[in-house]
Nanobody, 123 residues
Framework: QVQLAESGGGLVQPGGSLRLSCVAS????????MSWYRQAPGKQRELVAI???????NYADSVKGRFTIARDNGHYTVHLRMDSLRPEDTGVYYC?????????????????WGQGTQVTVSS
């Protein structure tokens, strides 16, 4: 089992910045992709940003140029730097980690989620 602990959410004014962090711990095989999702009230959870095990990143169109995802493999940590925040960025942000168990020629993927951290952008 892997546990994900998120931190860094809060209330910020439009145009402000926040940095979210997520640390994975527990019985880890090999963490592959790490990502951030968000869920606004009344909406489905959506992918915000993802970083693969090799460091490739991808972002939702709505956050490109404003958010930056980065990982520290040595500490099983992923950060999300959020700049130029807008009211529509408000929501609960969830960290996700994909843990890969290699068994011979086969890989098993285990997906874990954090408990979520609230981000509110409002004046």
């Amino acid at each position: 089992q892997v546990q994900l602990a998120e931190s860094g959410g809060g209330l910020v004014q439009p145009g402000g910045s926040l940095r979210l962090s997520c640390v994975a711990s527990g019985s880890i095989y090999s963490i592959g992709a790490m990502s951030w999702y968000r869920q606004a009230p009344g909406k489905q959870r959506e992918l915000v940003a993802i970083v693969t095990g090799s460091g490739t990143t991808n972002y939702a169109d709505s956050v490109k140029g404003r958010f930056t995802i980065a990982r520290d493999n040595g500490h099983y940590t992923v950060h999300l730097r959020m700049d130029s925040l807008r009211p529509e960025d408000t929501g609960v942000y969830y960290c996700r980690a994909d843990d890969v168990e290699v068994i011979g020629w086969d890989n098993r993927l285990y997906t874990y989620w954090g408990q979520g951290t609230q981000v509110t952008v409002s004046s």
